[in-house]
């Protein structure tokens, strides 16, 4: 069965570090992935996704991520962290289609100034 | 644009009652998804609506049922609630299987 672990439940950086977010997914094909970020009273905003072609990602907020199938990883980078960054974010896959998503468990990303 | 909104924002039920949930898709998108998200889990597929089918479902029992009317508006119905129903309920809606926009979601308390 498809499934994402991310292992991180809570992160804390300080502002102007950078960010790693970790996700592992199970899946048996290539698999359609997504990152979304998720602010208190907000819904989900997507940040990218990864379908196929290049490995490395660039999405919106200055974040990139990079497929990586030999370790099936799909983790969430940043190079300079700001606070306004401070949020709950959730990997997912695709089950089969791309609308149809398997969510993590999610990370919770807490900036120090 | 609107974007994608539900109502209500809160809702506090008791057991054995029954719910609906409304969310209106973004300007020109004609796919709703409903997912349902538990504190501190990530959120969990329910059931999506096409041309007012369902037309894929997740692991979850027949009390959640749903409706698409014509103008691609979406209700989730939840019958003889229990505490477990207790969520943050989310719609999300695309053009066919395209980026999906989510909702702020309803946030249900079944006591």
């Known amino acids: 069965a498809q499934s994402v672990t991310q292992p991180d439940i809570h992160i804390t950086v300080s502002e102007g570090a950078s960010l790693e977010l970790r996700c592992n997914y199970s899946?048996?094909?290539?698999?359609?992935l997504f990152w979304y970020v998720q602010s208190p009273g907000q819904g989900l905003q997507l940040l990218l996704k990864y379908f196929s072609g290049d490995t490395l990602v660039q999405g919106i907020k200055g974040f990139e991520a990079e497929f990586k199938r030999s370790q099936s990883s799909f983790n969430l980078r940043k190079p300079s962290v700001h606070w306004s960054d401070a949020a709950e974010y959730f990997c997912?896959?695709?089950?089969?289609?791309?609308?149809?998503?398997?969510f993590g468990t999610g990370t919770r990303l807490q900036v120090f100034p | 644009d609107a974007g994608v909104t539900q109502s209500p924002t809160h809702l506090i039920k008791t057991r054995g009652q029954q719910v609906t949930l409304r969310c209106s898709p973004k300007s020109g998108h004609d796919t709703v998804s409903w997912y349902q998200q538990a504190l501190g889990q990530g959120p969990q597929f329910i059931f999506q609506?096409?041309?007012?089918?369902?037309?894929q479902r997740g692991n979850f029992p027949d009390r959640f049922s749903g409706h698409q009317f014509p103008n691609y508006s979406s209700e989730l119905n939840v019958n003889a609630l229990l505490l477990g129903d207790s969520a943050l309920y989310l719609c999300?809606?695309?053009?066919?299987?395209?980026?999906?926009?989510f909702g702020p979601g309803t946030r249900l308390t079944v006591l």
């Open positions: 999300a809606s695309s053009l066919g299987q395209g980026k999906q926009f």
């Open positions: 899946y048996g094909a290539t698999p359609y």
């Open positions: 609506y096409y041309e007012e089918e369902e037309r």
């Open positions: 997912a896959v695709g089950a089969g289609t791309p609308d149809k998503l398997i």
